[in-house]
């Protein structure tokens, strides 16, 4: 006979509290005096109390076998949803009535005597050493942090998981979630509905998937493993982590059988446990947290002369490869600021930028930002209504994109700074500081690329403004009352150069084949693109293939990993190096048609 989750939960209780009579213990547990009932005849039956319902010496041996040995914390992530708060504190360090959320949940879980604990960290690692001097806690860095998600954390310490609690950095709990006694392993979720979820508590106390905004209960991400079911638990993870598959996963996919999870629910009350995601989730939980102060909303306040309080609608948009934005709304208007990433005050000018949205201005290019601070390089524009980005497969959307790209390049802007590729490359690589190349033949590849320098410094060309970085995803397609509307953003890199760069970066960022380059080649020049200009685009790709290249590894250092668009970028340098001399030699050949 198998105890079930009520019997665990009625026997605990009075392991905690004296029994009284029915009524007070069903008061106490949770459950109905019809349960309680039920439980005590079965536990009964079962030999775990006796004729004066006291726990027998089988019920002390069980619930000593059964105990919380340890925890594991996970800290790694980013955090992305906390903009602007993340850029200067790890979630985990969040302050709610002046306390750490991680420091709460360390001493929640010292006063039920779980010494044990060892915390997953990586993004700002070392806001968290003092945690070992004055708390006794264990530190694992998960250099993967930036390109995966707590399934690669808690695969890092997988073996440690046996009748262990795992807890989320970012929870605050009013109630102490943890305990000296368990008897069951269990996965926590509130009674509060949340349409992204998707789990919910069936009649049996499992969690149940369902499908993803039907209304789900919101999982709070603590957990409790017996080792009985951590075992099974513990391989899932290692072999999930290692197929390379699931890097975008969170821990939880290893509780899963089919459409269930393996472990019962724990059901709190919404208001006893918070899972902090965004800012306005730590105001609402605290208003005078410390954390709430941010420069970046402050410059929001100065700019619309309103308190930080009348922001609101705080949103995380996706995280771009170089910055970082949010939208947010103010006096019922919606704008979007854009918070410069990790290591861009080495890369881009803000002052030049400025200059550039200076001498666009008024000229139908892209809305006007409504503030850029030349310093910090923060931005606020306006919101589009009905955005979508350019499609590199649509012939379509590539259309509309070079006709408007042509159009930009048609009228010959001018402005006193220019991008210099080659200065680029070699910038770039400066920045690596000691770190050698990942690559075992750059050097042979970069003095491949080098050699298009004397074709590309004598081939013809009329420089102007040019955008740099003019990629499918800154081609911005937004509804104007019934007419869609197309304009080009993110002029961070604008700069004096060739404009057929421009051709050439749209299509290494798109990851086009060869023939999907000529397509759009023949697309931006109407069919009429002579040879030579053909292979000066082709010498672009492979010389802005290595640029990128080098910023991708330049950002690796930094943590920060692109994936498959750093590969491929080398091999545009390597690749379109040969189809430029190709092209070059029958160019010779055959003249220029």
């Known amino acids: ?282 105001r609402e939980l605290d208003g005078e947290s410390n954390h709430l102060k941010s420069d970046a909303l402050d410059v929001i306040g100065d700019v619309f002369k309103v308190s930080t309080d009348d922001i609101v609608d705080i949103t995380v948009l996706k995280k771009g490869m170089t910055n970082r934005s949010f939208l947010f709304s103010v006096n019922g208007d919606k704008y979007i600021m854009r918070i410069p990433g990790e290591g861009t005050d080495q890369l881009i000018n803000r002052a030049q930028e400025a200059e550039v949205f200076r001498t666009i201005s008024g000229l139908g290019l892209c809305d006007d930002p409504v503030f850029i601070d030349p310093h910090t390089g923060y931005k606020i524009t306006k919101y589009l209504n009905g955005v979508r980005v350019c499609d590199p497969d649509n012939e379509n959307d590539l259309k509309r994109s070079m006709s408007k790209l042509r159009e930009f390049h048609n009228m010959k802007l001018k402005v006193d700074h220019s991008f210099d590729i080659w200065g680029q490359i070699e910038y770039y690589e400066k920045l690596w500081k000691d770190n050698p190349s990942v690559y075992k033949d750059y050097k042979q590849t970069k003095a491949n690329v080098l050699n298009l320098k004397k074709f590309i410094d004598s081939a013809e060309k009329e420089m102007c403004l040019t955008h740099i970085d003019a990629v499918p995803d800154n081609f911005l397609f937004y509804n104007d009352g019934s007419t869609e509307k197309l304009q080009l953003t993110d002029w961070e890199y604008s700069g004096m150069q060739d404009p057929h760069v421009d051709i050439a970066m749209f299509c290494i960022y798109s990851m086009y084949d060869k023939n999907q380059v000529d397509r759009l080649i023949d697309i931006y020049f109407e069919n009429k693109c002579d040879k030579k200009t053909r292979a000066k685009i082709y010498a672009y790709i492979s010389m802005c293939g290595l640029l990128w290249s080098n910023w991708c590894e330049f950002k690796r250092n930094l943590g920060v990993e692109f994936g498959e668009y750093s590969l491929r970028q080398y091999r545009f340098a390597k690749d379109y190096y040969h189809y430029a001399m190709n092209e070059l030699q029958g160019a010779e050949v055959g003249g220029n048609e």
């Open 1 to 282: 006979m198998f105890m079930n989750k009520q019997e665990f939960d009625v026997l605990r209780t009075l392991l905690i509290e004296p029994f009284i009579n029915q009524r007070v213990l069903s008061e106490v547990s949770g459950h109905s005096l019809g349960v309680v009932n039920r439980s005590l005849k079965s536990l009964k039956d079962q030999g775990y109390i006796d004729d004066t319902i006291c726990l027998t010496s089988k019920a002390i041996r069980e619930l000593e076998m059964k105990a919380p040995k340890n925890a594991i914390i996970l800290a790694a992530g980013f955090g992305m949803r906390m903009v602007p708060i993340n850029l200067t504190s790890p979630k985990a360090m969040l302050e709610v009535n002046g306390e750490p959320l991680i420091e709460r949940t360390i001493k929640q879980l010292h006063k039920v005597g779980i010494r044990d604990i060892t915390i997953v960290v990586g993004f700002m690692k070392e806001k968290f050493d003092y945690l070992i001097d004055e708390y006794g806690v264990k530190l694992v860095v998960n250099p993967d942090y930036a390109s995966k998600n707590n399934l690669s954390s808690l695969a890092l310490v997988a073996d440690r998981i046996t009748n262990t609690y795992i807890v989320p950095s970012d929870i605050w709990c009013d109630k102490n979630p943890f305990h000296q006694k368990e008897m069951y392993s269990w996965y926590m979720v509130s009674d509060m509905v949340d349409n992204e979820s998707d789990v919910r508590v069936n009649r049996k106390m499992e969690l149940a998937k369902v499908s993803k905004y039907s209304g789900g209960n919101q999982m709070l991400g603590i957990a409790y493993l017996l080792e009985e079911d951590a075992k099974i638990i513990r391989e899932k993870i290692k072999s999930a982590s290692e197929s390379g598959e699931h890097d975008e996963d969170f821990w939880e996919i290893a509780l899963y059988e089919k459409d269930k999870m393996t472990v019962a629910a724990k059901v709190v009350h919404s208001a006893d446990a918070v899972e902090i995601n965004t800012y306005e989730q730590l």
